[in-house]
């Protein structure tokens, strides 16, 4: 179990910037999640994927996010035209499918600074 | 409007001794509950969770306690240590939200030698 893998670990960009960011799941599990936190606050729920099937997006998830999962193993978060209020870190997660309750693993999490 | 809320921001305690965190929920319709803990520049890590049918749920030095009525539960470590020192996050589901988890803002604890 090599556990959540998330890709960078820290991003700083200008503003109106586009970012990627990548996102590893823990291989035998098929569900995967994309969460937002910000200073003092808790993480924020995103998305989140049923192998490549994205299933649900949070209204947070502005038309500016975009998230895939192509192949059903890892995903992508794309931000277009980066803003100063979406610094942030944002957090992958994964679970596997018929987990109990919502048991999720998170990566370490990228760490984005818009300027 | 919070749905979930850690109303301490803050936990300082002696080590050996007991620490409570408490959380208070809105939404009648969560039906599991989960407790993370989370050190500086890592991810949340899951520590403990119950589901709604429980009042009660014990891992190891963990125990979660649920009051539905009151809707509040609490996160009570005996006894702490200063690996404990983190911030505490209680989160909450309801069901069918598929990973939809609704997290307080956190708890830090401090646990003093």
């Known amino acids: 179990d090599t556990g959540v893998s998330q890709d960078p670990r820290h991003k700083i960009t200008k503003r109106g910037q586009n970012v990627t960011f990548r996102c590893d799941p823990i291989s035998e599990h098929n569900r995967l999640y994309w969460y937002r936190q910000t200073l003092g606050q808790g993480p924020e729920f995103l998305t989140y994927f049923q192998n490549e099937a994205q299933l649900e997006k949070s209204r947070l998830l502005s038309d500016r996010f975009s998230a895939e999962r192509p192949k059903g193993s890892f995903s992508t978060l794309e931000i277009q035209r980066t803003e100063q209020g979406d610094s942030a870190m944002y957090l992958c997660?994964?679970?596997?499918?018929?987990?109990?309750?919502?048991?999720?693993?998170f990566g370490s999490g990228t760490q984005l600074s818009v300027l | 409007d919070q749905q979930v809320k850690q109303n301490s921001p803050s936990l300082s305690v002696q080590e050996g001794r007991i620490s409570i965190l408490n959380c208070d929920y809105t939404?009648?319709?969560?039906?599991?509950f989960l407790w993370y803990k989370k050190y500086p520049a890592e991810g949340p890590t899951f520590l403990i969770s119950i589901s709604s049918i429980k009042d009660k749920n014990e891992d190891g030095r963990f125990t979660v306690f649920l009051n539905k009525s009151a809707k509040h539960l609490s996160l009570h470590i005996v006894p702490s240590q200063p690996g404990d020192s983190a911030v505490y996050f209680c989160a909450a589901s309801a069901g069918g939200s598929q990973g939809n988890l609704i997290f307080g803002k956190g708890t830090k604890l401090s646990v003093k030698p």
């Open positions: 939404n009648s319709m969560f039906d599991y």
């Open positions: 997660a994964s679970s596997p499918f018929g987990t109990e309750g919502e048991k999720l693993f």
